[in-house]
């Protein structure tokens, strides 16, 4: 059997993983289903802390983030998906996969020396720099891409970023202070959808990369 | 130096010489049976390769000596690698310690390189196009390569497979770490790419698809049925890297006599059709990626091989 950190570190990676898939996938759908497998990562690290803790607010924590990020935002967002047909892909990510692969993990290893430097006197633990590098590339995603769907996935993964720093670091955050960081991000979300149907009136760049296809 | 551990060497060439086409055979039967199909004999392969050896041998106007010569280079290398790596021993053989994971990656170059000189001398297009292919994917494969012996280094604290596959078999929590999971996974990838297995490479699209068969395209009779060989071997050679160091390095017989070799080689056959059956799933259930699109895949290769240095580095552990 592996002990609780080393099943505490395989979670890092695998939740350090679904980022760099997330940083090289144009499609939308499949970054949606991205993002939820991502939080739910991050609801088995918060479930498993709570385990060893004995806490029931990292229990409850775990119980909201699968409920908020791995169910009912996906389902809002790819309910957007149904509607709009050019929303279903980014073109001009998809003719840069293999440098938004390579790129995110060069970021990787670019916000894992900026932790050393900065925040690791602090914070000593193996893993410490797990959140920090999701978190950059979270700003990252957001940075890079185009269409609102896709820069509000990036901005969920920057919150789940601060989630997973949470539960590392802080413990016995108040769990209301992490409740209204889920009403901030279905703010977002809801924010996200609006913009995308303005940009439907308005037109947007990706579309016109679309009709050029179409036969 | 005991003739036991002499003995394994030649067994474990022997081994390799004799039962890479059968592994291809096997893999082909396999292959055939998930598309509904009788398919070929599992000895297929050696009936061709005595086919190709009765036949006769026909040079293209302009080849140099060099086109003759690569498939016998080749050949030879990847039969100094048979008696380096650990296939049917778990424990050093008389030539081991001359080469460790670098010194094997840098043979499987050296066999790349000549074959690759062949190509370019036969003057033909459809070789060239075939060596220039295999080129500008192997820009981002061989890094990868050796990026993951850079990871077994990190796990093992040296760079000999005898070493991680004595660690590995000892140690779950070395088995199930994030470097070694990510490695593993990495290395697979490259397997399928370096075997031209799909999505990459599909031997059915003639040249269409063509990356390694391309090369060799005009050779003929023995030369072809040499270069033929070789790939068998490679790909016996890279799959049983991946079994005993990799994926799954447990239960070789460590003492060093002839009848522990002898079971040893079942369990690598039972190691290999199990890692068979898992190549055939995967073929059945991929589409071949677009020729361009194979940068996309071995980026992903690359990745995870980093991404299993940068684990250790951010974790503390392998």
Redesign the interface.
Known sequence: M??AS?AT??V??GI??TA?YLQ?ESFVDPLIRGIALQSLLVAGLLAGLAWTEQSIELAVLAGLTIAVRSLLIPYVLRAQLQSFRWRVREVRAAHR??SH??G??AL??VA?FIFQETLAPIFPQ??A??PF?LLVEGLFMLATRSTTLVQVIGYLEAENAVVYAGALFAKSFPLFVEVVVFLDVLGVVLVGIILSIQREVTGTPEEASLSELSG | MDWATQAASVLQAAVVLLLAPLLAGIAARAKAWTESRRGPSIFQPYRDLAKYLKKETLLPRGASRVFVVAPFVAFGTYLLIAIVVPIITPYPIPFAPTVDFLGGGLLFGLAGIVTLLAAIDSGSNYSALGASRTVSFAALAEPTLIVVFFAVAVISGTNSPYVTNNLLTASTAAYLSPTHLLVTAAFFLLLLAETGKLPVESAGLMEFGMIEDGRIFEHSGRLLGLFRWNGWMKQFLLCSVFVNVFALPWGMIATPTLWGAAANIVLLLAKLGLLVAILVVVEATVAKVRLFKIRDFLALSFSLAVLAVFAFAVLGVP
């Open positions: 592996i002990s080393e570190a395989l890092g990676v350090l993983l760099l090289s996969v293999t692969a390579l995110a993990v990787a290893i894992w193996p893993g720099a797990l590098i």
